[in-house]
């Protein structure tokens, strides 16, 4: 395997601590529960709470259509990743699978940079997301200053450790699974008073082609769905990750595809598709639409910390992907330290929240988030490809493996959606990779550098 030279570390410091017997210095402490809820919060995060009417202006009344066939492009991927985690259990996600795959620096680097700009990408926008319409429910305040605010508070919370995250992480969910199903009964209601209109579920979009919509609508869709990612980068905390990876994966991808179905089903009959995308709140008007008296604070205050849940749970997978990459020699070696009684990745956490603060004074929720998707397209992409070119590297472990035909059908699917990104979210994109290809450059300069400095003089 190529990696970039290491230097001994320095006894005192973290990165000289010990690791377990798995090989990694972290606590093995997430359980099939935890796991199981991690994968699930973070994908039922803002995506639901804050795009749907976005959706509803690509797909008119047809909500649920997109939804299921991003759910379906995504379990391609998935599967991928299931054999991949379970076969390298590292943490560094995508980047780490490249490296082995590749055997090119720039490329691993490239796929990991994409990782981390998605990831801080998607927490500035939940950020703002946060500090928007919902929130202006109890109070109105300056978006910019209370999403920063957000985001170190978040970074505090994962800065104490992984378990008390993830703890805090099951409540969240919990809370923000109550909204969706609060959604899902207060239309079942309606309909069942006569109300509502279910004709409307079979509306396409105005002017627009049905394929043609559904295809569009499953690029904002997708986003629903990549939450699934993070997981990747917390395997090294994950106990028995061969057997309880797998399965809480898949079973947290389909148990989110069915909430969205259902609540898209629910959107469309208590709204029509020109009022759910003229709010901003859709989720809200939706209940409100249905007239069961759910107060505009409490399902203000749910959706509050779905879009919360989704941030903590995102730069948790950010600050152990920026970790996981210093580990392997892809970044500074400083973001592999650890705190000495925590263990948890401090600098990390610090560097990412930081570039997550600056990117919130920059950018709109919808073009953040078609740019996350663009962004981890090639990222699954990599990592569909990784799978068939690492089938010749045996493993001394079991692990999971799927079938051949799905990493072919990902590695599809990520072009299809490809194909659908706007020229804008293109630029956007290209100017970020391009950042990331510089500072690449930057860093192995830096390394050569030090390494003329260290050498032996004759």
Same mark, same amino acid.
């Given at each position: 395997?190529?990696?970039?030279?290491?230097?001994?570390?320095?006894?005192?410091?973290?990165?000289?601590?010990?690791?377990? &017997?798995?090989?990694?210095?972290?606590?093995?402490?997430?359980?099939?529960?935890?796991?199981?809820?991690?994968?699930?919060?973070? =994908?039922?995060?803002?995506?639901?709470?804050?795009?749907?009417?976005?959706?509803?202006?690509?797909?008119?009344?047809? !909500?649920?259509?997109?939804?299921?066939?991003?759910?379906?492009?995504?379990?391609?991927?998935?599967?991928?990743?299931?054999?991949?985690?379970?076969?390298?259990?590292?943490?560094?996600?995508?980047?780490?699978?490249?490296?082995?795959?590749?055997?090119?620096?720039? =490329?691993?680097?490239?796929?990991?940079?994409?990782?981390?700009? &998605?990831?801080?990408?998607?927490?500035?926008?939940?950020?703002?997301?946060?500090?928007?319409?919902? @929130?202006?429910?109890?109070?109105?305040?300056?978006?910019?200053?209370?999403?920063?605010?957000? +985001?170190?508070?978040?970074?505090?919370?994962?800065?104490?450790?992984?378990?008390?995250?993830?703890?805090?992480?099951?409540?969240?969910?919990?809370?923000?699974?109550?909204?969706?199903?609060?959604?899902? /009964?207060?239309?079942?209601?309606?309909?069942?008073?006569?109300?509502?209109?279910? *004709?409307? =579920?079979?509306?396409?979009?105005?002017?627009?082609?049905?394929?043609?919509?559904?295809?569009?609508?499953?690029?904002?869709?997708?986003?629903?769905?990549?939450?699934?990612?993070?997981?990747?980068?917390?395997?090294?905390?994950?106990?028995?990750?061969?057997?309880?990876?797998?399965?809480?994966?898949?079973?947290?991808? +389909?148990?989110?595809? !069915?909430?969205?179905?259902?609540?898209? @089903?629910?959107?469309?009959?208590?709204?029509?598709?020109?009022?759910?995308?003229?709010?901003?709140?859709?989720?809200?008007?939706?209940?409100?639409?249905?007239?069961?008296?759910?107060?505009?604070?409490?399902?203000?205050?749910?959706?509050?910390?779905?879009?919360?849940?989704?941030?903590?749970?995102?730069?948790?997978?950010?600050?152990?992907?920026?970790?996981?990459?210093?580990?392997?020699? +892809?970044?500074?070696? *400083?973001?592999?330290?650890?705190?000495?009684?925590?263990?948890?990745?401090?600098? &990390?956490?610090?560097?990412?929240?930081?570039?997550?603060?600056?990117?919130?004074?920059?950018?709109?929720? &919808?073009?953040?988030?078609?740019?996350?998707?663009?962004?981890? !397209?090639?990222?699954?992409?990599?990592?569909?490809?990784?799978?068939?070119?690492?089938?010749?590297?045996?493993?001394?472990?079991?692990?999971?493996?799927?079938?051949?035909?799905?990493?072919?059908?990902?590695?599809?699917? /990520?072009?299809?959606?490809?194909?659908?990104?706007?020229?804008?979210?293109?630029?956007?994109?290209?100017?970020?990779?391009? !950042?990331?290809? =510089?500072?690449?450059?930057?860093?192995?300069?830096?390394?050569?550098?030090?390494?003329?400095?260290?050498?032996?003089?004759?």
């Amino acid at each position: 395997m190529s990696r970039s030279p290491e230097r001994a570390p320095d006894p005192s410091s973290d990165a000289a601590r010990p690791a377990d &017997a798995g090989g990694t210095r972290l606590r093995r402490v997430v359980t099939g529960p935890m796991l199981f809820a991690f994968i699930l919060g973070d =994908v039922l995060g803002a995506g639901v709470y804050a795009l749907m009417g976005v959706l509803s202006d690509r797909v008119g009344g047809m !909500l649920w259509a997109p939804l299921l066939l991003a759910l379906l492009l995504a379990l391609l991927t998935a599967g991928s990743y299931a054999e991949l985690v379970t076969k390298y259990p590292r943490a560094g996600g995508a980047a780490v699978f490249a490296e082995r795959a590749f055997r090119r620096p720039l =490329v691993s680097f490239l796929v990991g940079f994409s990782m981390l700009a &998605a990831g801080v990408t998607s927490a500035a926008g939940l950020a703002i997301a946060f500090a928007g319409e919902y @929130l202006s429910t109890f109070a109105r305040l300056p978006t910019a200053p209370v999403a920063i605010a957000f +985001l170190a508070v978040v970074a505090l919370l994962n800065a104490r450790g992984i378990r008390e995250s993830l703890r805090a992480n099951l409540v969240m969910t919990a809370i923000e699974v109550s909204g969706l199903v609060v959604v899902v /009964c207060a239309v079942a209601a309606l309909v069942a008073g006569g109300g509502g209109e279910l *004709a409307r =579920v079979g509306e396409p979009p105005a002017g627009a082609g049905v394929a043609g919509a559904i295809l569009a609508g499953a690029v904002i869709a997708y986003y629903s769905f990549v939450g699934f990612e993070t997981s990747a980068n917390v395997v090294e905390e994950v106990a028995d990750p061969t057997r309880t990876y797998p399965r809480a994966l898949f079973a947290a991808l +389909l148990a989110a595809g !069915l909430v969205y179905v259902l609540v898209g @089903l629910a959107s469309a009959i208590a709204l029509p598709a020109d009022e759910l995308a003229a709010s901003s709140g859709p989720l809200l008007a939706v209940v409100e639409a249905t007239g069961v008296g759910v107060p505009a604070w409490a399902f203000s205050a749910i959706a509050l910390v779905a879009v919360a849940n989704g941030a903590l749970l995102t730069m948790i997978m950010t600050s152990r992907l920026a970790y996981g990459m210093a580990d392997q020699g +892809l970044l500074p070696g *400083a973001l592999a330290r650890v705190l000495p009684r925590r263990r948890t990745p401090w600098v &990390a956490i610090v560097a990412t929240t930081a570039v997550a603060a600056l990117l919130v004074l920059v950018g709109d929720l &919808a073009t953040l988030a078609e740019t996350v998707v663009l962004l981890l !397209l090639f990222v699954f992409l990599s990592a569909n490809v990784s799978v068939l070119v690492l089938r010749r590297d045996r493993a001394e472990h079991p692990h999971f493996r799927v079938w051949t035909f799905v990493p072919v059908l990902g590695i599809g699917s /990520c072009l299809l959606l490809l194909a659908q990104q706007r020229p804008v979210v293109w630029a956007f994109g290209a100017a970020l990779l391009a !950042l990331g290809a =510089v500072l690449h450059l930057l860093a192995r300069w830096g390394d050569r550098a030090r390494r003329r400095r260290d050498a032996p003089r004759s």
